[in-house]
């Protein structure tokens, strides 16, 4: 079991053996999730724009008119009745 010293600004260092094994790498970023009493740190290794285009679309999208009925669809909330 390898143990890590919390710092006074609640900071930790991961030896380097745990972050080998990871792969992280300087600037890389982890989640931190909490389970009970157990903290998990996960590596992110993908965001949302390495994911991008990874979805087939069925034809090209018109953003104009889809902000278009999304401002109709607020206005109609808004204002219901056209005041």
């Known amino acids: 079991?390898?143990?890590?010293k919390v710092g006074r600004r609640g900071q930790i260092t991961l030896?380097?053996?745990i972050?080998?094994?990871?792969g992280l790498q300087e600037g890389d970023h982890i989640a931190v999730?909490?389970?009970g009493d157990q903290l998990i740190l996960q590596p992110i290794t993908r965001?949302?724009?390495?994911?991008?285009?990874?979805v087939p679309v069925p034809a090209p999208q018109d953003f104009d008119a889809?902000?278009?009925k999304v401002i109709e669809a607020q206005v109609k909330k808004v204002a219901?009745?056209?005041t």
């Open 15 to 17: 030896p380097s053996t």
């Open 33 to 35: 999730l909490t389970q």
């Open 47 to 54: 965001t949302l724009l390495d994911l991008r285009g990874s």
């Open 1 to 4: 079991m390898i143990t890590i």
């Open 19 to 22: 972050r080998r094994k990871i």
């Open 66 to 68: 889809i902000r278009q």
């Open 80 to 82: 219901p009745h056209g």
